[in-house]
């Protein structure tokens, strides 16, 4: 059974899907009410940077979401979307992709997929916006981006499809919250997730928050959504904010902004 009935609105152009989706749960929209926009001017990535989101060359989509659960297991709202962009991913173009915590899809080592979700307050109670930027093209990220960010033309066999992934990403949503509902459904997620992603465990990776910076291993993730890391000198921190890079992967992601977070 569905959790929620999805309907799908449409725009040639928008500021931000995000910020159009959080409008509408303040006056009210249900849960399952899914933005699209062609093109946004204004595209939101995490931290405050921006999503390049040129004209047909990317998927840009929000959902609006008005979970039961305690607020304090929100953020696994971010955790259960990449896993729902992987079964989409995987079912529409049989791609194999990896998930960078917490809100990166990867394809051959590069960001094919951005997740932001946000939370609102409205009238109905509070919300979460969870947007998700999939680059199709090679043109929907700036070309100084291109040893860090892929697109589903790049990596799939076929040439990507909107249509067709979006109506792969609403049903992979659908089952993915639903799941997450169910007794347990936390658990499994967590489970679900560690076997997805190779930032789950034995990863040695840099967190960056802020000025701060340390380099540690990953031990797992907390029943939140945070990520559990080992420093050197062996201490266990729990990360719930700032950038995660791999190691190796680190000095050719510094300083770029748009779609590789
Ligand atoms: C990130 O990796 O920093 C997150 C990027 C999220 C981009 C998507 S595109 C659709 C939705 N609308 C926005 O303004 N941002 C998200």
Same mark, same amino acid.
């Given at each position: 059974m569905d959790v929620f009935t999805p309907t799908i609105v449409r725009f040639d152009s928008l500021p931000?899907? /995000? *910020?159009?989706?959080?409008?509408? %749960?303040?006056?009210?929209?249900?849960?399952?009410?899914? =933005?699209? +926009? %062609?093109?946004?001017?204004?595209?939101?990535?995490?931290? &405050?940077?921006?999503? +390049?989101?040129?004209?047909? $060359? &990317?998927?840009? @989509?929000?959902?609006i #979401?008005?979970? $039961? @659960? %305690?607020?304090?297991?929100?953020? #696994? *709202?971010? *955790?259960? %979307?990449?896993? +729902?962009?992987?079964?989409?991913?995987s079912k529409s173009y049989d791609l194999r992709t990896d998930i960078k915590w917490p809100n990166d899809v990867i394809a051959n080592e590069k960001k094919l997929c951005g997740i932001l979700a946000e939370t609102v307050e409205t009238p109905k109670g509070g919300a979460v916006v969870v947007g998700i930027g999939i680059n199709l093209t090679e043109d929907s990220f700036p070309s100084e981006l291109k040893d860090v960010a892929t697109s589903v033309d790049a990596v799939a066999a076929s040439p990507a499809n909107l249509e067709l992934l979006m109506e792969s990403l609403? /049903? $992979?949503?659908? /089952?993915?919250?639903?799941n997450l509902r169910m007794?347990? &459904? !936390?658990? /499994?997620?967590?489970?679900?997730?560690? =076997?997805?992603?190779?930032y789950c465990?034995?990863?040695? !990776?840099? =967190?960056?928050?802020?000025?701060?910076? @340390?380099?540690g291993t990953t031990r797992?993730?907390?029943?939140?959504?945070?990520? !559990?890391?080992?420093?050197?000198a062996g201490e266990l921190k729990v990360i719930r904010a700032g950038d995660v890079s791999s190691v190796r992967a680190f000095?050719?992601?510094?300083g770029t902004t748009g779609n590789t977070d």
């Open positions: 931000s899907t /995000n *910020l159009e989706a959080a409008r509408r %749960a303040i006056e009210g929209a249900a849960e399952g009410l899914c =933005v699209v +926009a %062609a093109e946004q001017t204004q595209g939101r990535g995490r931290l &405050g940077r921006q999503w +390049a989101s040129p004209k047909g $060359a &990317g998927l840009y @989509f929000s959902i #979401l008005r979970p $039961a @659960f %305690a607020q304090s297991s929100w953020p #696994l *709202l971010t *955790l259960m %979307a990449a896993v +729902a962009v992987q079964d989409a991913l609403v /049903n $992979a949503l659908s /089952n993915q919250y639903r007794q347990d &459904g !936390i658990t /499994n997620l967590v489970n679900d997730w560690c =076997v997805r992603s190779s465990a034995g990863k040695k !990776i840099r =967190v960056t928050d802020g000025g701060v910076s @340390f380099v797992g993730i907390e029943k939140d959504g945070a990520l !559990i890391v080992e420093t050197d000095s050719s992601a510094q």
